[in-house]
């Protein structure tokens, strides 16, 4: 039986950074302990199965679970030190390599182009898209909600320039919209059910039909550099356990669904939804490299990350550790 400690990051920043500061040897030699930061919505379903599950002790795998709101400030627990592994998006993974940081890609494990939404509140008059000109749109600035915010607007004929972007955390943007405080969010299904929990019919999904052609979402599994250097059987160890999940899921749908519902604390009705937006399929290829170029040269434009003066290309596809992939399943790895 898996003993596992969780940690909650708060508003105040990376709770669990003292007890984890460093993975060193004398952690190692205690056994394969280790943390994984994770993030909140039903696009992380097969990591909250291996938790729930209880997939990654027969790999021989210790975890304690550090959960955040968002897959940048899981993504931070990782490259200070205070994780092993996160669950986060290609969006904050792109940001840190540009800055000079080194987030180890082991796993792309999910995709969608549906699991980021944008949510309106009718009483701020807002019922279809074009009624968010000149309006408050919630969403955390260099997130994958941005870019899909950014990809959105395109779609419907409108610049971030068209609204006053509010730079907020997933939980702030449901009270905020609920409140109407901001006109609309543009994060995730699970969001989007927590206000309509609150608010009911006023929290509407604003038509997103098309957005498949322009923007997805990579849920990534990433390593920091000194558990892929000085513990590379823990990350075989680790991207064994996301097949073993994939596995789970097609088997048995009903006790995945019941084990997200119950870490997402919705219904599993609702679960199923969320579920059913995302691609399950624990894979590395090219696609994720083509997706973090065009939004790193997104983000140049946006001013959100310094011009780069190297290949951008070459610089995301060394990010990416296949070594484990390879080693398991190398008909899942087309770099």
């Known amino acids: 039986m898996l003993d596992r400690r969780v940690f909650v990051q708060g508003a105040a920043g990376l709770a669990i950074a003292a007890p984890f500061a460093t993975f060193t040897g004398e952690a190692k030699a205690a056994g394969s302990a280790i943390t994984v930061a994770e993030s909140e919505g039903h696009g992380w379903t097969v990591v909250y199965v291996a938790d729930g599950a209880k997939l990654w002790p027969p790999n021989a795998l210790d975890v304690t679970v550090a959960k955040f709101t968002a897959g940048r400030l899981a993504l931070d627990a990782a490259l200070t030190g205070a994780a092993n592994f996160c669950t986060t998006t290609q969006s904050p993974t792109l940001l840190a390599a540009m800055r000079g940081l080194k987030p180890r890609i082991v796993a792309d494990f999910s995709r969608s182009a549906k699991e980021m939404l944008v949510a309106a509140n009718r009483k701020a008059g807002v019922v279809k898209p074009s009624d968010l000109k000149g309006k408050k749109v919630a969403t955390r600035i260099g997130s994958s909600g941005h870019f899909f915010l950014n990809q959105w607007l395109k779609?419907?004929?409108?610049?971030?320039?068209?609204?006053?972007?509010?730079?907020?955390?997933?939980?702030?943007?449901?009270?905020?919209?609920?409140r109407g405080d901001v006109a609309a969010f543009a994060w995730d299904w699970l969001s989007a059910v927590a206000a309509q929990r609150?608010?009911?019919?006023?929290?509407?999904?604003?038509?997103?039909?098309?957005?498949?052609?322009?923007?997805?979402?990579?849920?990534?599994?990433?390593?920091?550099?000194?558990?892929?250097?000085?513990?590379?059987?823990?990350?075989?160890a680790a991207v064994k356990t996301l097949f073993d999940a994939e596995a789970f899921i097609a088997r048995d749908p009903a006790e995945a669904r019941r084990i997200v519902a119950a870490r997402t604390?919705?219904?599993?009705?609702?679960?199923?939804?969320?579920?059913?937006?995302?691609?399950?399929?624990?894979?590395?290829?090219?696609?994720?490299?083509?997706?973090?170029?065009?939004?790193?040269?997104?983000?140049?434009?946006?001013?959100?990350?310094?011009?780069?003066?190297?290949?951008?290309?070459?610089?995301?596809?060394?990010?990416?550790?296949?070594?484990?992939?390879?080693?398991?399943?190398?008909?899942?790895?087309?770099?």
């Not at 320039?161 to 702030?172: K, L, Q, W, Y």
């Not at 019919?201 to 849920?219: K, N």
């Not at 296949?322 to 770099?335: E, I, S």
């Open 198 to 236: 609150q608010a009911g019919d006023d929290i509407i999904i604003l038509d997103r039909e098309g957005i498949e052609a322009i923007w997805r979402s990579h849920l990534i599994f990433v390593a920091n550099e000194e558990t892929v250097t000085k513990s590379p059987e823990l990350v075989e």
């Open 155 to 178: 779609l419907h004929g409108m610049t971030l320039a068209d609204v006053e972007v509010v730079n907020m955390a997933g939980p702030e943007m449901v009270t905020s919209v609920v």
């Open 265 to 335: 604390a919705t219904s599993e009705e609702d679960t199923q939804k969320g579920i059913d937006l995302i691609d399950i399929d624990v894979r590395l290829d090219s696609r994720l490299i083509d997706v973090m170029v065009a939004e790193a040269e997104w983000a140049i434009a946006q001013n959100i990350a310094q011009p780069y003066s190297g290949d951008l290309r070459q610089l995301f596809a060394s990010l990416i550790y296949p070594d484990a992939m390879l080693k398991l399943r190398p008909d899942r790895v087309k770099l």
